[in-house]
């Protein structure tokens, strides 16, 4: 949830009437205090459920923002962890929130679109956190590719995907509103900001990383329990590079 000291109202608006990368550079300063982080116990579970598929030497955090994943590949590689983003003031509050440690990975920061990796074969790990509502449904398969392209062959590509609030749900019909809202903010003004929260579909996603050529598994992740039917809350999908 928001705090006094995360951004006020009039700077959430001025940031949702500018483009996608203005946003987040001006949201920067203030971003680890909003509910858009990646929070703690999201980066534990993830970290507790990643590691026994390793060892990995080498990390890619694909729109790393201030570093929420780069702080889970460091407990997880050994060698050297990366975290790419295309907003320069997120790179800058990510540089200064993580110094490295000596015994630790090194850490670097790349300035990079995410449909245009500068990497090839290059990690044996990556994953995205709290990103994908900022690509198109029609982006994913170039997306998908670029992290493809960016993993050596036998690499895993791992996120987290929640599972969709009933119909109904308060959720339902908040998540719902909230992407009218940016459809109609979309139509009417430029440039974009892209932001939705249902372009996300599982059999969709898991559709575009066979297309892509990943083998993908799903595991539940426990921390977060079950619902009602049975079914994880939150899955790992686990994507490898052929
Ligand atoms: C909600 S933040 C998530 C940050 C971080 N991964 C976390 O979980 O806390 C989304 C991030 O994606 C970045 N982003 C959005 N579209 C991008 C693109 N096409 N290429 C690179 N970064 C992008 C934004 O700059 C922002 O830092």
């Known amino acids: ?9 009039r700077e959430l608006a001025v940031q949702a009437f500018s483009s996608t990368m203005r946003g987040y550079d001006l949201l920067a300063p203030k971003f680890d ?4 982080r990646t929070p703690d116990r999201v980066l534990e579970a993830l970290t507790d459920t990643v590691r026994p598929l390793g060892p990995f030497e080498r990390g890619l955090d694909v729109c790393c923002g201030t570093g929420a994943g780069v702080g889970v590949l460091r407990g997880l590689c050994q060698e050297r962890v990366t ?3 295309f907003s320069v003031g997120m790179l800058d509050v990510a540089r200064a929130a993580h110094t490295g440690d000596p015994g630790g990975p090194t850490v670097d920061w790349v300035r990079a679109d995410a449909l245009a990796l500068p990497f090839e074969g290059a990690f044996d790990l990556a994953l995205s956190l ?3 509502g900022h690509f198109l449904p029609k ?3 170039e997306l998908f590719d670029q992290v493809y ?3 050596r062959p036998g690499g895993l590509f791992v996120f987290p995907v929640g599972a969709p609030p009933a119909v109904g749900s308060r959720a339902y019909w908040s998540l719902l509103g909230f992407d009218l809202a940016m459809r109609a903010r979309n139509a009417l003004w430029r440039p974009p900001f892209v932001m939705y929260y249902r372009t996300f579909p599982l059999a969709d996603v898991v559709d575009d990383l066979v297309g892509t050529g990943f083998t993908v598994r799903l595991l539940p992740m426990r921390e977060f329990g079950r619902r009602p039917d049975g079914s994880p809350r939150v899955r790992l999908v686990v994507a490898a590079r052929g």
């Open 149 to 151: 392209e960016a993993l």
């Open 139 to 141: 982006e994913r398969p």
């Open 33 to 36: 205090l909003t509910p858009y």
């Open 130 to 132: 709290g990103a994908f």
């Open 1 to 9: 949830m928001f705090t006094p000291q995360g951004p006020t109202l």
């Open 83 to 85: 975290g790419v983003d």
